[in-house]
Structure formats: structure tokens, C-alpha cells
């Protein structure tokens, strides 16, 4: 599975819940805690934390999520590998293969007469009919006769025949099959490179209607390799029709196509095929200026807009499509029109509201918002309504609006976890001589909160004081560099986790008093370890504590001494 096919490998009501999460911009965080690990957040009834391991290829090798679903796949992880789809989304074209001892061989061809390579072809070809047909191919430009869209047609079916067994093609005949057809496909870019953009633009479509209508639906691709050949086919397919120099009666041939292609749902069902394509098709619509079959096309798939899941995205897609067209023909009023009628469409709310805050027009932007916050929350969309509110605070600060400067700073830098960015901005917005009173309201206030959860788990022992405290306060006091107040939070919950992640802001000034709560808590995780990873782990965090607090050294010597 990875980021390019993992749509097939999921139940169509997790895939579906999962791509509404990642539309309403419930994943609120995603960095990359390491080389392949993401680590995020989304927001759902509660904010869950999951983890997705990648390969440089995009592979999906494992995930997790700490929330209570116990299948495989839940959506909060399905909306993080779409998060993760949108950022790392890059067309990867393979590279032509090196040929073994190209420098022999060229000394070989040189000493061939043309005589003797004649005849060593009509051998050949006669002997082995793909090579007979790969050279006429080659070759077909010094034949008028020759119908090379029939006769890639052949070949590429040829080729996927060959790979398919009982009409489907298995994870291993995959990436053979992409091979075959990606050896066309340099073939397509060869032709592109010397502006014989005919046979470049007949071998792509041929590859790309027969690998989507053929293969795709009929296929374990799990590698991702036919979906990149797509790609790639895709991409031949833009660059032709980006090109200055490509023959406008050409242009039509690839609009007609797509028009006709696009009508079949599986370029949609499959991956991002239909939508790379559509804009394509979007874009020679606007070249050619044949707005009737674009609309045409549009309208009718906004036609199925339902309260399915599926379609209504699908819909959407094209409603924005279709303001895109408007706006690039010059056809203000009818774009205008189109935006009206579909303002509960969130990027279509989010454009009307950057225009209006590039005009300066901040009180029409809020209004906007704020009907924007009401929609999602209607549709229960926490992760839209978060949106909008950064955007809001983005006006007032253009506002230099400080009472929603601190509002929505403050909301910000404890919404889900603690934001230093968000709080220092709320702290500028006081005097120096405001300032420790309203820290000194914060910090109560966060302490009564605690209080008010402490009763609701009085009877469950799994909930901690401390630890909430500890959660809610430790970072602020390490924003203000206030040693001593972490200190006593730390020392109220000495879990050797917690120890080792506080340390090193408390090691000068309280090294044997962290010493004294850091023995006891190895001795504890010496106890735990039942395998020779979790030793080792031990060791490591102990040569961090004796390289910070080296006057300690005897006493965690001590401790391993115990355990050993």
C-alpha cells in the first residue's frame, strides 16, 4: 500500500469518512518527526494522535492512531495519508535504464557495414516478430501508410495481455507491466523533444485510455507502478498541450479525446487520474475557446451533486472547475453567479473572503466567516471552524484589533496542545506593567480547570493530578523560564519519562535534586524491561544524564550496578 493506491485497499465507508475529515481540515498538525516518520493530529470527537511510517518510494510500511476503533485502517488515519497524499504529491517519471556496455557496442556498430546490418534486421525481424514491430514502429514517419495509433494499439495490448493471467494483473506482473509501457512512454517524450508532438500525443493516449479502462480496475497495484505510469502518460498528454508550438487542429484532436474519455467514471474512481486530466481538458477548453462542450461536460456531473459522499465531492470538484473556467475566459458574471449559488462550499467561502481582505473589505470578510462557522458547525466540521478562526485572526491583526488579537491568540496557543507561536503573540499584546497579572490569571485559571477535572475522575485511578497539571503548566514555564515553578511540577510527577524530557532546563540549577528523583525511576524501568532493546535504552538514557549532569555519575553508576 502507499500514498498513490491505498484508496483500494480501504472499505469505501472508512475511505469516505476519512476524505471528509481531511476536506474539513481536521488534521491540524503533520511534521516529520524523523526520516519517514509523520506524526500528526486530528481532530474528531477528541484530537487523536497518529503515526505514518513512509519509504523514500512513498510505501506506506506502518501507521497507528490512539483512538478507540479497533479495525486496521480508521478514518483518522485515512484522513492523515490524503494530508499526506496532498503534500508529497510528486509525478515520478522513471528513469531510462543504463545499457550495459554501451562503449563495446559502439565499437561493434562501427565496424558493420550497412550491408551487413541490413541483413542481420531482415534476420531478425524474421525471427522475432516484436522486434519486426518495434522496427517498423521506429521507422513508421518514412510510411504514410502505416496507422500508428492501430499499431501501438496492438502493442500495448499485446503487452498487457502478456502480463495478465484470468483477466487480472498480480503485484508482481505489475511493475513488468509498467516497464513495457514506460519504454512507450519514453518513446512519446522523444517524439515531444523533436516537436513531433502527432505521434507523441497518439502514443500517450493509447497508454493511458487502455492502462485506465483496461488494467487499473483490474489490477493489484499496490507498488504504486501503474499509477505512476499513468502519470507519466498524463503528463506527456499536459506538456503537449501547454506547447506554444503545437498545431492548434492537434489541440482539438486531445480536447475531443479527453471530452469523450472523461465520461467514463473510472478515471475518477481510481486515484487522482480524472482530475489531472480534467484540468487538462479545462485548460484546452480555455485555448480553443469551445466553452460549450467544457460547460456541457461540467454540468452534467454537477447534476449528480447528492448527499453521497462520493458524488457530492465529485460535484464540488467540477463546480469549482467550472468557476475556474469562468474566470479564466473573462466571463465575470456567470463566475460571479456561480459563486453565490455554492458559497457552502468551503474553498469557495475561502476565495470570496481572501478577495474581500485584499480589498481591504475586513467587515464583509468576517461576515462571511462567520457564516462559515455556523455552516460547519451544522455539519459538525471542528477542523473548518478552526480555519476560519485563524482567519479571523489573521484580520484582526491586520485590524490591529487587540482584543480579537488576544481572544484568538490565546484560543490558539491552548487549543489542543500548547502553541508557543500562538502564546507569545498573546503575551505582546500587554504592557509590561499588565503583564504579571494576567500570567498570574492564566495560571489560575488553568489550575481551576484541573480542579474541575479532578472531581469528574475522582474514582478512576488511570486520570492523574499531577500529570494534567504537570501537561497544562510545564510548557508555559519553560516559555517564562520559571525553573523553580517546573521544578515543583516535575518533583509532584518523577516519571523517568517526564525526568528526561525537563531535565535539561533544570539540570543547573537542581542537579542533585534531579539525581535523587532520576535513581529511583531507572530502578523502576530496570524492573519493567523484559528484553535486551529495553536495556539498551536504559543505558542510552543514562549516558545522557551523566553527559548533562556529570556530578551524578556515581549515583546512576549506582543504579546500573542494581539492576545488573
Avoid at 268 to 286: A, K, M, Q, T, W
Amino acid at each position: 500500500m502507499n500514498l498513490k493506491n491505498f484508496q483500494s485497499h480501504i472499505s469505501t465507508t472508512i475511505l469516505q469518512r476519512g476524505k471528509a475529515y481531511f476536506d474539513e481540515g481536521a488534521v491540524s498538525i503533520l511534521d516529520e518527526a524523523e526520516d519517514g516518520i509523520w506524526c500528526a493530529e486530528v481532530e474528531g470527537s477528541e484530537v487523536y494522535s497518529v503515526e505514518v511510517e513512509l519509504t523514500d518510494n512513498d510505501e506506506i510500511e506502518g501507521y497507528s492512531c490512539d483512538c478507540p476503533h479497533d479495525a486496521d485502517v480508521c478514518k483518522h488515519i485515512v484522513a492523515v495519508f490524503y494530508e499526506l497524499k496532498d503534500r508529497i504529491k510528486v509525478i515520478k517519471l522513471k528513469p531510462k535504464k543504463k545499457k550495459d556496455q554501451a562503449l563495446s557496442f559502439s565499437e561493434l556498430l562501427k565496424k558493420v557495414t550497412v550491408s551487413e546490418l541490413k541483413g542481420f534486421v531482415e534476420l531478425y525481424a524474421r525471427n522475432d516478430k516484436s522486434f519486426k514491430n518495434q522496427f517498423e514502429l521506429h521507422f513508421a514517419n518514412k510510411d504514410e501508410k502505416v496507422d500508428l495509433e492501430k499499431r501501438y494499439s496492438e502493442l500495448i495490448k499485446k503487452a498487457i495481455r502478456s502480463s495478465m493471467s484470468q483477466g487480472f494483473v498480480d503485484y508482481y506482473s505489475a511493475g513488468d507491466l509498467s516497464g513495457k509501457i514506460d519504454n512507450f512512454l519514453d518513446k512519446a517524450k522523444d517524439a515531444f523533444e523533436n516537436q513531433n508532438f502527432k505521434d507523441a500525443s497518439i502514443i500517450a493516449r493509447v497508454a493511458l485510455k487502455q492502462l485506465v479502462e483496461d488494467v487499473i480496475p483490474n489490477a493489484d497495484d499496490s507498488n504504486g507502478d501503474i499509477g505512476d505510469t499513468i502519470s507519466n502518460a498524463i503528463s506527456v498528454l499536459r506538456s503537449i498541450a501547454e506547447s506554444e508550438l503545437c498545431a492548434r487542429e492537434l489541440k482539438g484532436n486531445m480536447h475531443d479525446f479527453l471530452a469523450k474519455e472523461l465520461g467514463n467514471d473510472v478515471y475518477f474512481d481510481y486515484g487522482d487520474f480524472g482530475e489531472d486530466c480534467f484540468e487538462i481538458f479545462r485548460y484546452l477548453s480555455v485555448q480553443l475557446n469551445r466553452p460549450e462542450a467544457f460547460l456541457s461536460f461540467s454540468n452534467r456531473s454537477v447534476k449528480k451533486r447528492t448527499e453521497v459522499w462520493a458524488d457530492n465531492y465529485r460535484a464540488e470538484y467540477f463546480i469549482k472547475q467550472t468557476i475556474l473556467f469562468f474566470q479564466e475566459t473573462g466571463n465575470t458574471p456567470e463566475a460571479e453567479k456561480l459563486i453565490r449559488q455554492n458559497m457552502d462550499i468551503v474553498e469557495v467561502r475561502r476565495n470570496v473572503v481572501n478577495e474581500a481582505i485584499n480589498r481591504k473589505e475586513y467587515t464583509e470578510a468576517k461576515e462571511l466567516i462567520y457564516q462559515g462557522i455556523i455552516l460547519a458547525e451544522k455539519r459538525q466540521h471542528p477542523g473548518t471552524v478552526s480555519e476560519w478562526q485563524k482567519t479571523l485572526l489573521r484580520i484582526a491583526d491586520l485590524e490591529g484589533d487587540v482584543i480579537m488579537q488576544r481572544h484568538f491568540n490565546l484560543l490558539f496557543a491552548f487549543d489542543r496542545s500548547f502553541e508557543k507561536e500562538y502564546y507569545q503573540k498573546w503575551k505582546k499584546t500587554f504592557a509590561k506593567e499588565e503583564w504579571e497579572a494576567e500570567f498570574g490569571s492564566l495560571i489560575q485559571k488553568i489550575v481551576d480547570e484541573v480542579e474541575l477535572e479532578a472531581e469528574k475522575h475522582f474514582n478512576n485511578h488511570w486520570w492523574s493530578k499531577n500529570s494534567a497539571l504537570l501537561n497544562r503548566l510545564a510548557p508555559i514555564y519553560v516559555q517564562e523560564k520559571h525553573w523553580y515553578k517546573l521544578y515543583e511540577l516535575v518533583e509532584a510527577y518523577p516519571s523517568l519519562e517526564v525526568l528526561l524530557n525537563y531535565m535539561k532546563y533544570l539540570a543547573a540549577d537542581y542537579q542533585t535534586k534531579l539525581i535523587d528523583l532520576l535513581f529511583p525511576a531507572l530502578l523502576l524501568a530496570g524492573d519493567k524491561a523484559d528484553s535486551r532493546s529495553g536495556y539498551a535504552q536504559i543505558a542510552s538514557n543514562m549516558q545522557k544524564i551523566i553527559k548533562l549532569m556529570p556530578e551524578g555519575k556515581n549515583k546512576i553508576l549506582e543504579a546500573a550496578q542494581v539492576q545488573g
